[in-house]
Nanobody, 126 residues
Framework: QVQLVESGGGLEQTGGSLRLSCAAS????????MGWFRQAPGKEREFVAS????????SYADFVKGRFTISRDNVKNTLYLQMDGLKPEDTAIYYC???????????????????WGQGTQVTVSS
């Protein structure tokens, strides 16, 4: 099993920044891909960004390209999401996820991630 704990959410104004963290523990040597997803009220969970494979391949949803940056610290076993230029439509619960799989078909698909954190709320005011 892998345990994931997110932190860093909160309330921010339009144009502001937040950094989310996700601390991983347990059988982390099984993990090949880690990602961030988000879910707004009344909407489906959607892919935000991922980092995966030995090369650390980065993938981003179009709506966050140029604004959000995903990174990881392998020593601290922590995944990050730096969010700049926040918009009200970024308001959602943000989830960290981990998968033993890798590749494009895994990265953006929630069902390919067996491990999830509890989520952290991000609210952006206009």
């Amino acid at each position: 099993q892998v345990q994931l704990v997110e932190s860093g959410g909160g309330l921010e104004q339009t144009g502001g920044s937040l950094r989310l963290s996700c601390a991983a523990s347990g059988r982390i040597f099984d993990i090949r891909t880690m990602g961030w997803f988000r879910q707004a009220p009344g909407k489906e969970r959607e892919f935000v960004a991922s980092i995966g494979g030995i090369s650390g391949r980065l993938s981003y949803a179009d709506f966050v390209k140029g604004r959000f940056t995903i990174s990881r610290d392998n020593v601290k076993n922590t995944l990050y999401l730096q969010m700049d230029g926040l918009k009200p439509e970024d308001t959602a619960i943000y989830y960290c996820a981990a998968s033993p799989g890798f590749g494009p078909l895994v990265e953006t698909t929630p069902s390919r991630y067996p491990y999830w954190g509890q989520g952290t709320q991000v609210t952006v005011s206009s």
